[in-house]
């Protein structure tokens, strides 16, 4: 075994080989005697190796090792197949442990089981035990691997223990040593289960520890006081065309109280598709102007930053409110283009009221006169670096509160995890009028008749999606791709006028195709999921997903989301040809149901979180033991967090050189 191929598997010093735990065990433990043992069973037998001899067999010359073992009850034949080397390494009196499959294919025989010298000591390393099994690559052994970290567990005493000996006492933890001694070779399944309980609480109690060190610090800096103006509140409120739902606003006076606060706010509103968390954030925005400070909208696309623009432009152009946008292709104060260096001028004096943009926002040299709110649309994980910029662009001497917006419905206790050191506002309730998508999972011979579909929308005028999970074909995955279904679609449609969109593109190409679907210049879109988010066309009407069973409920909610943005009826279509019982359980659940929230929890409970919501993007440390559905541990970590805040991280100082490490690990960029 080489240092080469270790580091493939990530290991490269002797820690690192002590943390390189097992991915599951077997249980070797069953001992029986040779009389006991049954066809088709697993078994582990202590025999004497009586006879042994390598040979070539006649037809297929295939070299087989044979050797007749025994025990106080009989005699068994062993056979493997090109291990020739066995016939000298294994010895003729010696007592081995045999681990296998019996079978009777030639007669009554054990096929290329697991071998072991009987130790004098009793203790096995390979059999007889609840055996480790750890991901391998090629060129590295099992035997190898437990060979290399047996050798190396007696340093596991050398490790500091750092979490707080009142935590391993009210716990019932083993101590660190014997955790890793008993992960690795556990004298049996439940105490490798306690084990690892421990190693699980400590990547949530860190976690914790980080949201809680990150609440702490923000109540320790000073933010704008925003003095509440009722009567604009009430004036917009009476503006606006309809009302606003029980969600929407108990989720604003969340909001605001926050704003009245002196330390600055830290929150999530969280909301479907077409929930309304704009108008909600417009209002806040208005009462933050109204006290005399600037606010920023930031996007992840410059698309996206421009329909904000217009959304809000639209909202506050009778309201003495000064917008303006700030992208890559766009740089306009109410409408009026102008070059960045006057927009930046026109920031740092306070002659803008809101801007909209994307990151070139907290570009070097970007600078405001008094920001007291930053609102980030579907950028949850924008941290603590940002903020910290953005205070120094300001030149007032605080920090600006801070309200993310995403649409992604997560599971209250999901977004806890992820997102431990924000506050939670959840908007459930869809506004009136919103006519939910009509779903279907479509079989392959209907489909001419979705294609019908298509055809009658656009002739009504209406627009259309086409969504496919990947951008080139692929024979393993079996499923269509956006560029074979362009080709494809426009030879069915030889009159529409039809788009092609996918990752790959240009981003100048990208946000073309986007505009030109937006102004109705393209009747349909054949797209990968770039769409997810981004793009608002209230007048498509309608979307067929091709290889739907490659998409999670939550991202196929997400892509349903594009439609039925309007008080239309809108259509969506779902085709696969996995026939699978759990893909039909999905789809047909998808079917069934439009609320984000109730597939947000199935999908969490069917894949996990990180296929779903895509754990790097969150900037934090994937997990490697625990997971965020382990609910009961998470509210212990919580709560220890709490109590060690409460008595000073500092009386701990072995955790505190452990939470420095972690926070190393995060990219809150």
């Known amino acids: 075994m080489t240092e080469t191929q270790l580091r493939r598997l990530g290991i490269e010093t002797v820690k690192d080989l002590i943390f390189y735990f097992p991915k599951k065990y077997e249980d070797l433990t069953k001992l029986k005697s040779i009389s006991e043992l049954q066809v088709g069973e697993e078994a582990t037998i202590r025999a004497q190796l009586e006879q042994i001899k390598t040979f070539r067999s006649p037809r297929k010359r295939k070299i087989i090792t044979q050797a007749l073992v025994s025990d106080d009850t009989g005699s068994l034949k062993i056979i493997w197949f090109n291990q020739g080397y066995l016939s000298k390494t294994l010895k003729r009196g010696a007592y081995y442990y045999f681990c296998g499959k019996v079978d009777d294919r030639y007669q009554f025989e054990m096929t290329s089981p697991i071998w072991e010298l009987a130790r004098a000591s009793g203790e096995q390393l390979h059999t007889n035990r609840i055996a480790p099994i750890y991901s391998l690559t090629q060129g590295v052994s099992q035997k190898q691997l437990r060979w290399l970290i047996k050798l190396s567990l007696p340093l596991a005493t050398k490790l500091t223990e750092w979490l707080p000996e009142f935590i391993i006492s009210e716990q019932n933890f083993l101590n660190l040593a014997d955790s890793i001694k008993q992960i690795h070779f556990p004298a049996d399944i439940d105490i490798a289960e306690e084990a690892m309980e421990r190693f699980k609480f400590e990547e949530l109690f860190l976690l914790q520890l980080v949201a809680s060190k990150s609440r702490q610090a923000l109540k320790s800096v000073p933010a704008p006081k925003i003095d509440l103006k009722p009567e604009v509140l009430n004036n917009s409120f009476q503006e606006l065309p309809f009302s606003l739902t029980e969600d929407q606003k108990t989720s604003l006076r969340e909001i605001l109280y926050d704003l009245s606060n002196e330390h600055p706010m830290n929150r999530l509103l969280e909301g479907d598709v077409g929930s309304g968390k704009t108008i909600v954030t417009a209002l806040a925005l208005e009462q933050v102007k109204a006290s005399g400070f600037q606010c920023v909208v930031m996007a992840p696309t410059t ?56 990151h070139s926002l907290v570009q070097d040299k970007t600078e405001f006169k008094n920001l007291g709110l930053v609102v980030i649309d579907e950028q949850h994980r924008f941290g603590v670096k940002q903020r910290q910029t953005l205070r120094e662009k300001n030149q007032g001497d605080f920090f600006p509160h801070l309200l993310s917006l995403t649409a992604t419905p997560i599971p209250r206790s999901l977004a806890l995890t992820l997102y431990g050191d924000l506050d939670l506002s959840i908007i459930k309730t869809m506004p009136a009028g919103r006519k939910p998508a009509k779903t279907r999972v479509v079989a392959e011979v209907d489909r001419d008749a979705a294609y019908d579909s298509i055809k009658q929308e656009i002739k009504n005028g209406r627009q259309g999606f086409v969504i496919c999970p990947l951008i080139e074909s692929s024979d393993k995955l079996g499923t269509r791709s956006v560029r074979e279904e362009h080709e494809k679609l426009c030879q069915i449609f030889p009159g529409l006028r039809i788009g092609l969109l996918h990752g790959r593109l240009k981003p100048e190409d990208k946000e073309k195709v986007m505009k030109d679907f937006q102004e109705h210049k393209l009747d349909l879109l054949v797209s990968t999921s770039v769409i997810e988010v981004g793009i608002d066309v209230p007048n498509a009407s309608i979307m067929i ?46 079917q069934s149901s439009n609320n984000g929230f109730e597939l947000a929890e199935a999908d969490l409970s069917l894949r996990g979180p990180g296929d779903i ?20 541990l998470l509210k212990r970590a919580q709560k220890f967090a709490q109590i060690v805040f409460d008595k000073g991280l500092k009386n701990y100082p072995g955790l505190q050189n452990k939470l420095e490490q972690f926070e190393r690990g995060i990219h809150f960029e």
Not at 322 to 328: Q, V
Not at 552 to 561: I, K, V
Not at 613 to 632: H, I, N, V
């Open 545 to 590: 997903i091709e290889g739907a069973d490659r998409f999670g409920l939550a991202q196929l909610h997400q892509l349903r989301g594009r439609i039925g943005r309007s008080d239309q009826q809108s259509y969506c279509f779902l085709f696969t040809e996995n026939e699978n019982e759990k893909t039909c359980q999905r789809l047909n659940l998808f």
């Open 303 to 358: 698309i996206l930053a421009e329909q904000h623009f217009n959304t809000f432009s639209e909202f506050f152009k009778n309201k003495n409110v000064n917008c303006g946008i700030l992208t890559r292709t766009k740089c306009a104060i109410a409408g009026r283009a102008i070059k960045e260096k006057e927009m930046r001028q026109a920031l740092a004096n306070g002659g803008v009221d809101l801007i909209i943009g994307t």
């Open 613 to 632: 919501y895509g754990w790097e993007q969150s900037g934090l440390p994937r997990l490697k033991f625990a997971k965020l559905t382990d609910q009961a």
